[in-house]
Nanobody, 127 residues
Framework: VQLQASGGGLVQAGDSLSLSCSAS????????VGWFRQAPGKEREFVAA????????NYADFVKDRFIISKDNAKNTVFLQMDSLKPEDTAVYYC?????????????????????WGQGTQVTVSS
């Protein structure tokens, strides 16, 4: 599975961005997808995740009520809508996918669970 993350850019604090993660596989509906980010000098951290069906989501506390993750299996794409951006949101954002069974409804927040990773897209928020 190849993942392509896009949509990053340079914005001001308070602005919005929408990231996309496109997958090459036709079996995208079998994958849970997560977004992670890594700022310079910091470890990679979990941001948000969505279940294989799109019906269940998980968010890091620092993005709740600001970011929304969604999944469109027909378009093989996961979206991350980011509102009210802050300078501390500056990082490279990566999407990752994990093949799960249909009974696995809660998407993982652990990077080690994800087998496939995109190349990352830079998000820079100026103050």
């Amino acid at each position: 599975v190849q993942l392509q993350a896009s949509g990053g850019g340079l914005v001001q604090a308070g602005d919005s961005l929408s990231l996309s993660c496109s997958a090459s596989t036709r079996a995208f509906s079998r994958y849970a997808v997560g977004w992670f980010r890594q700022a310079p000098g910091k470890e990679r951290e979990f941001v948000a995740a969505v279940s294989w069906s799109g019906g269940s989501t998980n968010y890091a506390d620092f993005v709740k009520d600001r970011f929304i993750i969604s999944k469109d299996n027909a378009k093989n794409t996961v979206f991350l809508q980011m509102d009210s951006l802050k300078p501390e949101d500056t990082a490279v954002y990566y999407c990752a996918a994990e093949m799960v069974d249909p009974f696995h409804q809660i998407p993982s927040t652990t990077s080690a669970r994800y087998n496939y990773w995109g190349q990352g897209t830079q998000v820079t928020v100026s103050s």
